[in-house]
């Protein structure tokens, strides 16, 4: 029922940056839980970032240095990632949980990887 594209993963050298899109094919409402997740190789799948209204979280790994966004106009939302680690090396993942629907829809995944 609700489709999520991502894009703007590969490869980038510590210190660098990526901008992950993640494109809906619904209306992305303010109340929506938007959130970018990551998992690397044998380990459980973390929440990075998410919004909802106005109110963005951030894993502490990544606060200073990641930054959540949306666009309304475009149903996309977006994950900024600046000074990039080779620990944030992972597979990232776009979610979306519509108000008052309990179901999580999930993008197909983009491999970001950082290394020299």
């Known amino acids: 029922q609700v489709q999520l594209v991502e894009s703007g993963g590969g490869l980038v050298q510590p210190g660098g940056s990526l901008r992950l899109s993640c494109a809906a094919s619904?209306?992305?409402?303010?109340?929506?839980?938007m959130g970018w997740y990551r998992q690397a190789p044998g380990k459980q799948r973390e929440l990075v970032a998410g919004i909802t209204l106005a109110m963005p979280t951030y894993a502490d790994s990544v606060k200073g240095r990641f930054t959540i966004s949306r666009d309304s106009t475009k149903n996309t939302f977006y994950l900024q990632m600046n000074s990039l680690k080779p620990e944030d090396t992972a597979v990232y993942y776009c979610?979306?949980?519509?108000?008052?629907?309990?179901?999580?829809?999930w993008g197909q995944g983009t491999q970001v990887t950082v290394s020299l």
């Open positions: 979610a979306l949980k519509r108000t008052n629907v309990e179901t999580a829809y």
């Open positions: 619904v209306t992305i409402f303010s109340t929506y839980f």
